[in-house]
């Protein structure tokens, strides 16, 4: 069954050869393979500015910037995250695009109960996280933090579920055997929109 995928590359680094690009290109082409339709957000080619108060968060506009990167979380019923851990993380030019386009009455409806109506049920996603630390020690002593953040705070708060999700770790040191097996096993799971 054919998916609607939209690939967000949290990477702030537009310039070529950074891992995170070649693991988005790598789910897009298997994705393409088998007939998904793909969309694609760049978050360093995208220029928007940063929240800075609950106000603008609750009732501002939406910058012009973003309609079309809402349109295309709409578009999509499955997403794919990915992103460099920074300073235990994600960078904050995603996050700053996450706090834009996930806003009430988009992502969530504030309710006049303690909990939020979720709007953007219907979508799975899939986060890919890369480090400079191995991946095992992120899971066990830093407790994934920033990976359950987003899973949590962010993609399930708002209703999108299931929400699986990669960890490569020691990425500086990989061998060029480690990052083509990576690559495939990218390409696999576009392949598979999961």
Known sequence: MSR?????DGHPDPSDGRLCHSLADAYADGAYGAEHEVKWLKVAELD??????????????????????????LWA??????????????????????????RP?????????????????????????????PALLYRLFFRSHSLKSLERNILKFSGISPVRHTILGMVENASLETRQKWLRQLTDLGARAV
Do not use: C
């Open 4 to 8: 609607k995928i939209l690939i967000i």
């Open 77 to 102: 019923n499955h997403i794919l995250i990915v992103y460099p851990l920074w300073l235990g993380t994600m960078p904050a030019l995603l996050k700053g695009f996450l706090e834009q386009v996930m």
């Open 105 to 133: 009455n988009f992502a969530f409806e504030p309710t006049s109960k303690t909990w939020f109506g979720q709007r953007l049920g219907g979508r799975s996603a899939r986060i890919i996280v890369t480090m400079g630390m």
């Open 48 to 73: 928007f500015p940063l929240l800075r108060s609950k106000s603008e968060f609750n009732e501002g506009p939406v910058p012009i910037t973003l309609k079309d990167a809402q349109e295309k979380i």
